[in-house]
């Protein structure tokens, strides 16, 4: 049983060791009835350089990470190949700048419900991380809650790998 317990938190400490990327202040903006997007925002940290490549979230039909920028004048929005996560540095995902887009909604997200979410990260090495989330739905104006909640599973930092 002692030998049992020393292999468990050998492997729980490999594995707080593997993780690169914490994810804090996320949520999600609410809709109204009939709204088809939203935006999910977040703050990535990671041990070191990394890209966040692609997001998934089973209550959309697509989900990107867009940008906002100026554009002669104009604010336009559009879809990043990948977002580059520099090594000890956070990066926001914040209304007005980057952040995911959940577009072709396939229900309104309201205030209190808690939206899955998936992030694919790869590190410098080449190697990617999932990590699950589950983010809080909040109205635009209402204080952010803190971290996102793992789905299921343990959690390590602010995320499940």
């Known amino acids: 049983m002692k030998n049992a317990l020393s292999v468990l938190s050998l492997s729980l400490l490999a594995s707080l060791a593997h993780a690169q990327v914490t994810v804090s202040e996320a949520w999600v903006r609410a809709t109204v009835a009939q709204q088809k997007a939203t935006g999910a ?23 990107e990470v867009h940008e906002m920028a100026m554009d002669n004048g104009i604010m336009k929005m559009r879809p990043v190949p990948f977002l580059t996560l520099p090594a000890g540095k956070a990066v926001e995902l914040k209304p007005g700048g980057y952040h995911v887009m959940l577009m072709d909604l396939k229900a309104q997200v309201k205030d209190g419900d808690m939206v899955p979410l998936t ?40 995320h499940k790998h």
Do not use: I
């Not at 350089?49 to 039909?61: I, T």
């Not at 991380?129 to 789905?151: E, F, H, I, Y």
């Open 119 to 158: 992030l694919v990260v790869e590190a410098q090495d080449g190697k990617r991380q999932s990590l699950d989330l589950k983010l809080p739905v909040r109205l635009m104006n209402k204080p952010t809650t803190g971290q996102a909640a793992p789905m299921g599973g343990h959690m390590h930092g602010e």
């Open 41 to 63: 925002f977040m703050q990535l940290e990671s041990k070191q350089d990394a890209k966040l490549l692609s997001v998934q979230s089973p209550v959309a039909g697509v989900a």
